[in-house]
């Protein structure tokens, strides 16, 4: 196959703007599946993706598609994660291309995942190629959509192609640009055999598949190949492509997208963005771009019942097989036993590992407060880096703590934009930049910590702009911050699982808060009960539960001795169920209340 | 007064459970299912009467004394129901005369359950022949607006009549059943029940906060919003009850039970003591022979078992050493006078864990328990909490 045949494309879209049915629609036509085959959505495969309607893991798939001339044409598609904690990972899908399709919704506009995403495929060069979807929506706007084009996005509107995945409407056209339009396979010349590992995924009997973009040389089995960045060696055993099940071939030459299976039994093994190349003669340089993903978020997981620990760890384990940015290590708390630590690329992968682990391996998990990683410079001692309040050095200690923060493009309704504004400064952010998309709405640069998004800023902003507006952010750089931890104290003995780390002018406000929940959730006992929030040793909120007034019954003769015994034998159980601090009976049902309530 | 253990007549005022960890007493309670109503408060297994039920009831106990084969001194009787008022003054008196034909040796204490409109001078009679010397009257309260919501069928005169009746015929002992925290019910109303029962001048009194229990028509009430519980108002009720008894000469000796000195119910403290009882008649629980257990609740297969010769055969308990000694904490702190820990260690043969120590220290530091040398007892406010206390205990004990 010559390579002024092949073409490596992507869809980029902001979510919902009709990617995934547009993507199932290419693949009906080119009859790479029939319609009886294929059923909704048919590139996302896991469960949660369907239901969340989002791709948390990129499937390639190659195409034969025919051009006007009777030309014949080989089209992979490389479908990309539609979420920023992966915006890693779609990096190196759109790597593994020359050309993009960005998609954009006819009603909805240009939108802050549009935005992000368009600059992404511009900084990695690919030829991209707007569609505007849904045309066939009595709410389409296309003199908005196409005014936007040009305006943001600084793309001739007279490239647009008008489409509808729905109803079919411009599916030729697109196919016909990916064939004309976008360039053939680059960097084919280079003098050794260089392909990029742009996902990878793990199968019970293969053990790991790797993704590839073959962009010189040619992989063939029984050779012996070299990741690059770690220089671990591997031999190839099987190759072939996606069609979309997979399909066996001997070899994949350049410019060609397949999936390549070694010897290699981990996905932890494999980096993504690493390089192949050929252990005989391997490459000089490795393709640009690769970095080594590094978790941002931060969370314990503790099973509910304590002897779902083995449970959990396999869980985890397995997990990782086929997601090798998850990454967990065991610790205990005094409040909820043993668990793990686990780093995330951000909060969305947070919540998928914990339902994945909820629902495909039935274990019961609480989580503890999502923390990001900090940096604390220490007197005299350098700095070391806290993911956990709990291992905050003492804060005489402490010189400067430093948190990261994220560069965040808001797109936001004009009349909601005062809202807006005050929710950026009350997550302590910065707004940098305003500009006008049209009429009614506007877009935000802004600087924040990236602790203050971690809960609850998006849904913030959906409801205060009445589900209109959205965000899309990438990482910056580390700021100082004058941030304190926060802790809990039960009956004055700190509760661990409730430390977290805030900033100081918030450090009040939600100790208070936290104690007000616990006094309402904390069953009273035998004694009286302070509930105390503290900086530093010094306490800044304070709430008290009451002595139990009285649990006793009048009657008991010798035919209730027995009914009386089991009763306490009742009330002794509901006790081994709850954690125990200090003299305290916690319920298990009050951390995960108050955990939640965060 | 009658004393319950010979040992006790040469100590003054002895504490009950002292001396009831030094004889080995055995009581025996009949339980009599019959009632004429169901009160809207009551879940102990009863029923109305049919014809012909009495003389099947009366056989049945006959079969069931035959089967527990009593050979040793019985300390204590006692006739709980139901209603064992309600048998005819001939039904009594064969009830009476079954027992007596299997006990080596008469009762020190024998104690019935009467409601005030069963009480009839014939019966008092049938009792009195027949050795009773102590009787249970269910008063409940002075208040017709209150004997109506318990649903009570006795107007209040009648427990006048009932009483006086009862001194006439010439009974060692009464107690007098009232129930306070009636949905309702107010402080004053309380108070005024409280008078008008010492003024009766009984020797014994049992004061039970009303409880919810399943199967009955206030449980009910409570689960339809109908009525609502109120925890600061029980605590309340409890204390009156604490101060005013005890102003009129009631001791209180247990969490519901009042007696002058030396007129404690020694059936019950018996049962508190872990000590030994055997139940006769169906629903009646025993503990004896390394066993604890029941009676089916029905007389039909209260029936059936006996003819299969089979009797607690329900809810059966293996008495262990660990299980006694536990209870015997658990319960003996529901009386005031205590318990003995170490002593209950020895009799019982076990080692308690460190952390029952620990425990009672940090009761003592709460105010909740009180220790004098071996002896523990709970303060005013650890028994208005004692089943959680008990619960705590169960949890370090196993």
């Given at each position: 196959m010559d390579l002024k045949h092949i073409r490596n494309f992507c869809i980029i879209a902001h979510v919902d703007h009709g990617k995934t049915t547009l993507s199932d629609r290419l693949l009906e036509h080119t009859a790479t599946v029939t319609q009886r085959e294929l059923k909704a959505q048919h590139l996302d495969s896991m469960d949660l993706e369907r239901e969340r309607g989002i791709t948390i893991k990129c499937h390639p798939v190659s195409m034969i598609y025919r051009d006007k001339e009777g030309e014949k044409y080989f089209l992979n598609l490389i479908d990309t994660p539609g979420h920023v904690d992966f915006s890693y990972e779609v990096s190196r899908s759109l790597a593994a291309c020359e050309g993009a399709l960005l998609l954009i919704d006819a009603s909805q506009g240009v939108e802050a995942q549009t935005v992000a995403n368009a600059q992404l495929a511009f900084n990695q060069n690919l030829k991209v190629i707007p569609v505007i979807n849904k045309i066939d929506l009595p709410s389409a706007n296309l003199e908005m959509v196409t005014r936007q084009l040009e305006d943001i996005l600084a793309i001739p509107a007279e490239e647009a192609i008008l489409a509808s995945g729905k109803s079919g409407i411009g599916i030729d056209e697109i196919f016909e640009a990916v064939a004309h339009r976008l360039p053939s396979p680059r960097l084919a010349d280079y003098p050794a055999t260089r392909a990029l590992v742009f996902d990878c995924n793990f199968d019970t009997y293969k053990g790991v598949i790797c993704y590839v973009r073959v962009f010189s040389g040619t992989i063939r089995v029984g050779q012996h190949m070299l990741m690059m960045s770690d220089k671990v060696k591997m031999e190839v055993k099987e190759v072939g492509f996606f069609s979309p099940a997979p399909v066996k071939t001997h070899e994949l030459g350049p410019g060609r997208v397949g999936y390549v299976v070694t010897n290699i039994k981990s996905v932890a093994d494999i980096k993504i963005g690493d390089t192949i190349t050929g252990a005989d003669k391997p490459a000089a340089e490795m393709l640009p771009g690769y970095k080594e993903v590094r978790p941002m978020v931060f969370s314990g997981i503790y099973p509910i019942d304590t002897s779902d620990y083995e449970k959990l760890k396999a869980s985890l384990s397995r997990l990782r097989l086929n997601d090798a940015s998850l990454i967990y290590q065991s610790e205990s708390s005094v409040a909820l036993g043993f668990g793990f630590r686990c780093g995330f690329l951000g909060l969305l992968h947070m919540e998928i590992v914990q339902e994945r682990i909820r629902r495909e391996y039935d274990v019961d998990i609480i989580l503890t407060y999502p923390s990001v990683i900090y940096r604390v410079v220490q007197a005299g001692q350098g700095s070391i880096e806290i993911d956990n309040p709990v291992h905050m050095p003492d804060p005489s200690h402490i010189d400067e703590i430093l948190e990261p923060t994220i560069r965040a493009i808001i797109h936001t309704p004009v009349d909601s934009v005062g809202d807006v504004l005050s929710l950026i400064m009350d997550k302590r952010g910065i707004c940098e930049h305003t500009e006008t998309l049209d009429e009614t709405r506007l877009m935000l640069r802004c600087v924040l910590p990236l602790n203050e998004i971690l809960v609850d800023f998006y849904d913030r902003l959906k409801s205060i702009t009445h589900?209109?507006?959205?965000?899309?952010?990438?990482?910056?750089?580390?700021?100082?911050?004058?941030?304190?931890?926060?802790?809990?104290?039960?009956?004055?003995?700190?509760?661990?699982?409730?430390?977290?780390?805030?900033?100081?002018?918030?450090?009040?406000?939600?100790?208070?808060?936290?104690?007000?929940?616990?006094?309402?959730?904390?069953?009273?006992?035998?004694?009286?009960?302070?509930?105390?929030?503290?900086?530093?040793?010094?306490?800044?909120?304070?709430?008290?539960?009451?002595?139990?007034?009285?649990?006793?019954?009048?009657?008991?003769?010798?035919?209730?001795?027995?009914?009386?015994?089991?009763?306490?034998?009742?009330?002794?159980?509901?006790?081994?169920?709850?954690?125990?601090?200090?003299?305290?009976?916690?319920?298990q049902e009050a951390f995960v209340q108050v955990l939640r309530a965060q | 007064m009658t004393s319950f253990c010979t040992t006790t007549a040469a100590r003054p005022a002895p504490e009950p459970s002292v001396v009831l960890a030094d004889c080995r007493p055995l009581g025996i309670y009949v339980h009599v299912p019959f009632c004429s109503s169901t009160c809207d408060f009551c879940a102990f297994y009863q029923e109305t009467p049919a014809r012909g039920d009495f003389d099947r009831y009366l056989d049945g106990v006959e079969r069931e004394l035959e089967l527990a084969a009593i050979d040793e001194p019985v300390a204590t009787v006692f006739w709980g129901g139901g209603t064992p008022g309600l048998l005819p003054p001939s039904a009594l008196r064969r009830l009476g005369e079954l027992l007596r034909a299997r006990l080596p040796s008469p009762p020190a204490e024998w104690t019935v359950e009467m409601t005030p409109s069963s009480v009839k001078e014939e019966k008092l009679a049938a009792l009195r022949e027949i050795g009773v010397t102590r009787i249970s009257l269910g008063a409940q309260s002075f208040q017709p607006r209150l004997l109506e919501a318990l649903g009570r069928l006795h107007p209040r005169e009648r427990i006048f009549e009932a009483v006086d009746k009862i001194r006439r015929a010439g009974f060692a002992s009464l107690n007098l059943d009232l129930i306070f925290s009636i949905p309702g019910q107010s402080l004053d109303e309380w108070r005024a029940d409280l008078d008008e029962a010492t003024a009766l001048g009984p020797d014994h009194l049992s004061t039970y906060c009303l409880t919810f229990e399943e199967d009955t028509a206030l449980y009910v009430k409570l689960s339809q919003g109908r009525v609502s519980m109120d925890m600061e108002k029980e605590v309340s009720f409890l204390r009156e009850a604490e101060c005013r008894l005890a102003a009129a000469g009631y001791r209180q000796y247990e969490i519901s039970n009042y007696a002058r000195p030396g007129a404690?119910?020694?059936?019950?403290?018996?049962?508190?003591?872990?000590?030994?009882?055997?139940?006769?008649?169906?629903?009646?629980?025993?503990?004896?022979?390394?066993?604890?257990?029941?009676?089916?609740?029905?007389?039909?297969?209260?029936?059936?078992?006996?003819?299969?010769?089979?009797?607690?055969?329900?809810?059966?308990?293996?008495?262990?050493?660990?299980?006694?000694?536990?209870?015997?904490?658990?319960?003996?702190?529901?009386?005031?006078?205590?318990?003995?820990?170490?002593?209950?260690?020895?009799?019982?043969?076990?080692?308690?864990?460190?952390?029952?120590?620990?425990?009672?220290?940090?009761?003592?530091?709460?105010?909740?328990?009180?220790?004098?040398?071996?002896?523990?007892?709970?303060?005013?406010?650890?028994?208005?909490?004692?089943?959680?206390?008990?619960?705590?205990?169960?949890?370090?004990?196993?």
């Open positions: 589900g209109y507006g959205s965000m899309d952010y990438e990482l910056a750089e580390y700021q100082p911050s004058d941030l304190v931890k926060l802790d809990i104290l039960v009956n004055s003995e700190p509760v661990d699982a409730f430390s977290s780390i805030v900033h100081r002018s918030k450090a009040e406000h939600k100790g208070r808060a936290l104690c007000a929940k616990l006094a309402e959730i904390i069953p009273q006992q035998l004694f009286k009960i302070p509930v105390q929030a503290a900086v530093g040793g010094k306490v800044v909120a304070r709430e008290t539960i009451s002595a139990l007034r009285k649990d006793v019954t009048a009657k008991c003769y010798g035919g209730d001795i027995t009914r009386k015994r089991k009763l306490l034998e009742k009330q002794k159980e509901g006790k081994k169920r709850m954690k125990q601090v200090g003299r305290v009976s916690i319920p | 404690e119910c020694a059936h019950n403290l018996n049962t508190w003591g872990m000590h030994r009882w055997i139940g006769i008649g169906p629903a009646a629980a025993s503990q004896d022979r390394g066993w604890r257990g029941a009676n089916p609740a029905g007389l039909d297969l209260w029936l059936d078992k006996l003819a299969a010769g089979e009797r607690a055969g329900e809810d059966r308990v293996l008495l262990t050493p660990d299980l006694l000694a536990a209870d015997s904490l658990v319960f003996g702190l529901r009386m005031n006078a205590g318990v003995e820990v170490g002593r209950v260690a020895a009799r019982f043969g076990v080692l308690f864990p460190d952390d029952l120590e620990r425990r009672l220290r940090e009761w003592e530091g709460d105010d909740l328990l009180e220790r004098d040398g071996d002896r523990i007892k709970l303060t005013a406010g650890g028994r208005l909490v004692a089943d959680r206390l008990g619960a705590e205990l169960l949890e370090i004990l196993g």
